[in-house]
């Protein structure tokens, strides 16, 4: 099993900055990729970005030279930087890990963090 402890969001203004954490602990051998998706209210759960093992990095086109995102592997820690920060970046944000397992893929979750953009 794998366990993700989130942290770091909270009510901020339009325009503002968030840093979100993600730390990783239990049987994390085999994550090959981490990374954070978004639900707001009334929608689907959408991916903001990722980034594998090897340091590479996806981004979902709305967050694109906003968002950042970045790992610490000493922690086993993944971080979510968000930048310029719009109302409509309004949501729980979760932390995924994809974990290889025989025979495919696991997908672990956190607990999700609330990020409220608003004045």
């Known amino acids: 099993q794998v366990q993700l402890v989130e942290s770091g969001g909270g009510l901020v203004q339009p325009g503002g900055s968030l840093r979100l954490s993600c730390a990783a602990s239990?049987?994390?051998?085999?994550?090959?990729?981490m990374g954070w998706y978004r639900q707001a209210p009334g929608k689907q759960r959408e991916l903001v970005g990722d980034?594998?093992?090897?340091?590479?990095?996806n981004y979902a086109d709305f967050v694109k030279g906003r968002f950042t995102i970045s790992r610490d592997n000493a922690k086993n820690t993944v971080y979510l930087q968000m930048n310029s920060l719009k109302p409509e970046d309004t949501a729980v944000y979760y932390c995924?890990?994809?974990?290889?397992?025989?025979?495919?893929?696991?997908?672990?979750w956190g607990q999700g963090t609330q990020v409220t953009v608003s004045s």
């Open positions: 995924n890990a994809k974990r290889l397992v025989l025979g495919g893929t696991y997908d672990y």
């Open positions: 239990g049987s994390i051998l085999n994550i090959y990729r």
């Open positions: 980034i594998t093992s090897g340091g590479s990095t």
